[in-house]
C-alpha cells in the first residue's frame, strides 16, 4: 500500500509571501488531517477533512491559512501571508475511521514539508 | 481541551528495559495512541488503548489506566535503532473525534 504523499518536501520564504502545500492521502481513507509540528513539539491540528468537507478547523487561523479537499482525494494547505512563526513541518495525515465510526483508525502520517520563513 | 504530559528527555542503555509515562486530561478520552516518530521523519504508529490494561506487541508494550488519566509504552531489549521521540495521543470524542499529541519524549539509547 502506497502511503502517504506530500510536497514539497522542503520550502523556504521569505515572510510575507505566500505558499502551498500538497497532499495525497492513502487510497480509500476517508479522513485527512493537516497537522503543524515547530521543532521540538509534537504535531498541532489545524484541520480535518472527512471526504470533502471540513469536520473541525477550529484551531486553524483562518486570517492567513486556508485548506481545501476538492474531490475528496488531494488536499492543499496555504499559507498567505507567511510569518517567521509559521517555520515548521506540517505533516499532512490520513486515516480509514470517519468522525463516528472505527474510532481506533490509526493515523498515517506523510513524510510532511519542512517550511523556513526568512 | 485536552492536556497532555509525558518528560521531555529520557536516556537508557542498549538491551535494557525503558518505560515513558504519558498523564492525560480529556473531556471526551476515546483511546490512546503511542507513535515513533525519528528525527526528520514522519510519525509512525505503534500502539493503541481504548481500554485498561497492556497491550504486547513484540518489544513493544502499552498500559493504559483511564481512571488515573495515565499511559505508558514500555520497551525491551533496546537497540540503538529505538533512538527517536515518543509521541503519546489523545482522542477526544467531543467534537469531531481528533487526535491530539503530546510534546513528545526524546529517547537516547546509549551503547
Known amino acids: 500500500e502506497a502511503g502517504v504523499a506530500q510536497s514539497p518536501r522542503y520550502k523556504i520564504i521569505e515572510k510575507r509571501q505566500s505558499v502551498a502545500f500538497w497532499c495525497n492521502p492513502i487510497?480509500?481513507?476517508?479522513?485527512l488531517y493537516w497537522y503543524q509540528q515547530i521543532l521540538g513539539q509534537g504535531p498541532k491540528l489545524l484541520i480535518q477533512?472527512?471526504?470533502?468537507?471540513?469536520?473541525?478547523d477550529s484551531q486553524l487561523p483562518k486570517d492567513r491559512f486556508s485548506a481545501e479537499r476538492l474531490k475528496g482525494v488531494d488536499s492543499t494547505l496555504k499559507i498567505q501571508p507567511a510569518k517567521l512563526e509559521d517555520s515548521a513541518v506540517y505533516l499532512c495525515a490520513s486515516s480509514l475511521g470517519s468522525r463516528t465510526s472505527s474510532y481506533n483508525s490509526p493515523l498515517h502520517f506523510g513524510n510532511g514539508t519542512r517550511l523556513t520563513v526568512t | 481541551g485536552q492536556n497532555i504530559d509525558q518528560p521531555t528527555e529520557m536516556t537508557a542503555t542498549e538491551g535494557a528495559i525503558v518505560q515513558i509515562n504519558c498523564t492525560y486530561q480529556?473531556?471526551?478520552?476515546?483511546?490512546l495512541f503511542w507513535y515513533q516518530q525519528h528525527a526528520g521523519e514522519a510519525p509512525t504508529f505503534l500502539s493503541y488503548n481504548v481500554l485498561d490494561g497492556l497491550e504486547e506487541k513484540g518489544r513493544f508494550s502499552s498500559f493504559l489506566s483511564r481512571s488515573k488519566g495515565y499511559s505508558y509504552l514500555l520497551l525491551k531489549e533496546l537497540q540503538m535503532k529505538d533512538s527517536a521521540s515518543y509521541l503519546c495521543a489523545v482522542r477526544d470524542k467531543t467534537g469531531a473525534n481528533n487526535l491530539f499529541f503530546g510534546t513528545g519524549t526524546r529517547l537516547t539509547v546509549i551503547p
Open positions: 477533512f472527512q471526504n470533502n468537507g471540513v469536520v473541525d
Open positions: 480529556t473531556s471526551g478520552f476515546n483511546g
Open positions: 487510497s480509500g481513507h476517508a479522513t
